[in-house]
């Protein structure tokens, strides 16, 4: 269960987020009136490929890290503050066994030697 879960947090949130990203910043209709996306855009523009290519990658490696470190919250490895939280998740009334950031990092993993092969 936590696989199929986990596949799709994937796709939804890494994948999808950042082909939003990706349109967002290579878009022509991009007039935004929100100041920092001003500036995130012209910073992007003033970029060349490769240095466009390695700004997606950091993106998504930011929100890699973010799914990674949420899980780690549910999970109980990674803590918000000095007071102990005790969070149990299930999917669908089975356990994820506290295995929601190693199975989630596993994947990311997996994708990564794929693309290289």
């Not at 969070?87 to 994820?96: L, V």
Request: aromatic share 10%; hydrophobic share 40%; with cysteine.
């Amino acid at each position: 269960m936590n696989e199929e879960f986990i596949r799709r947090i994937y796709a939804a949130i890494v994948e999808d987020n950042l082909e939003s990203y990706k349109n967002m910043f290579s878009g022509s209709n991009n007039e935004s009136t929100i100041d920092y996306m001003k500036a995130a855009r012209s910073l992007y523009c003033a970029l060349d490929e490769s240095q466009k290519a390695i700004f997606f990658s950091m993106i998504k490696q930011v929100i890699i890290d973010t799914i990674s470190n949420v899980f780690g919250v549910i999970d109980g490895v990674c803590g918000i503050d000095d007071k102990e939280w005790n969070c149990k998740m299930s999917i669908n009334g089975q356990s994820t066994d506290d295995e929601l950031s190693d199975s989630f990092l596993e994947y990311v993993e997996i994708l990564e030697v794929r693309s290289l092969q």
